[in-house]
C-alpha cells in the first residue's frame, strides 16, 4: 500500500470518528434538551449551578442503562443542592424528589420511594397547582407504588384522578388519554384477578 493511500485511508477512519463523537454528542446534548423543554425548572437549577449538564447527562445515561442504583447518589446530591439553594418548596426540588423516587421504584424499593414521592406530590400541588400536568404525573407515580404494594383502595381513586384529568385537559380523543385509560384498564384486570 503507497503512503498516499494509507494517509487517505486514516483520514477517512479519522473522518468516521470524528463524525461518530459529533453524532454520541449531539444525541446526548438532544436528550438534555428534551428535558430542559419538558422541565424548565431543570435550566433555572443549572444557572444556580445546582446541576450541571455533565451530571444531567450522567444521570440519563445510567437510568437509560438501567443502572439506577448508580444514578441514586448524584440524584441524591442534586437534591440536597436544591433544597440548600431553592428551598424545599420549589418546583426543581419537587422534580429532583420525584424522579429519586422513581430510581426508587425501578429497583423495586416501595417503601423509600413513597414518603419521597408523597413529598414531591404535595409541593407539584402547592407550586404547580392540582392540574398541571407534572402535578399529575407525580400522582399517577404515587398510585403505581401503591399498586405495587397491593395497596389497591388507596391506588384506585389516584388512578381515577389522573383518568378524569387526562379527559379534561387533553381530550378523550387524544392518543395519550387512550393510552391512560388502556394502562387504567390493564391495572384493573390485574386488581381483579
Known amino acids: 500500500m503507497t503512503t498516499v493511500r494509507r494517509v487517505?485511508?486514516?483520514?477517512c477512519l479519522?473522518?468516521?470518528l470524528i463524525f461518530l463523537l459529533l453524532t454520541v454528542a449531539h444525541a446526548q446534548e438532544t436528550e438534555s434538551?428534551?428535558?430542559l423543554k419538558e422541565y424548565p425548572e431543570v435550566g433555572l437549577a443549572i444557572e444556580q449551578k445546582i446541576l450541571d449538564y455533565p451530571t444531567l447527562t450522567k444521570i440519563l445515561e445510567l437510568n437509560q442503562q438501567g443502572q439506577y442504583?448508580?444514578?441514586?447518589?448524584?440524584?441524591e446530591d442534586v437534591l440536597k443542592k436544591s433544597e440548600n439553594v431553592l428551598g424545599p418548596?420549589?418546583?426543581f426540588t419537587a422534580t429532583a424528589k420525584n424522579f429519586l423516587a422513581t430510581l426508587y421504584v425501578r429497583l423495586g424499593n416501595y417503601s423509600q420511594a413513597e414518603p419521597i414521592?408523597?413529598?414531591a406530590l404535595d409541593v407539584r400541588r402547592t407550586v404547580l397547582g392540582p392540574e398541571h400536568p407534572h402535578t399529575v404525573t407525580s400522582i399517577d407515580n404515587l398510585a403505581k407504588i401503591y399498586f405495587a404494594r397491593g395497596s389497591y383502595d388507596q391506588a384506585l381513586p389516584l388512578f381515577q384522578q389522573v383518568v378524569t384529568f387526562a379527559e379534561k385537559v387533553l381530550g378523550p380523543e387524544h392518543p395519550q388519554t387512550a393510552a391512560i385509560l388502556?394502562?387504567?384498564k390493564r391495572r384493573?384486570?390485574?386488581w381483579l384477578a
Open 69 to 75: 442504583g448508580k444514578a441514586i447518589p448524584l440524584v
Open 14 to 16: 479519522a473522518g468516521v
Open 188 to 190: 384493573a384486570i390485574l
Open 182 to 184: 388502556n394502562t387504567q
Open 117 to 119: 414521592q408523597k413529598q
Open 33 to 35: 434538551q428534551k428535558v
Open 89 to 91: 418548596e420549589h418546583a
Open 8 to 11: 487517505f485511508l486514516v483520514c
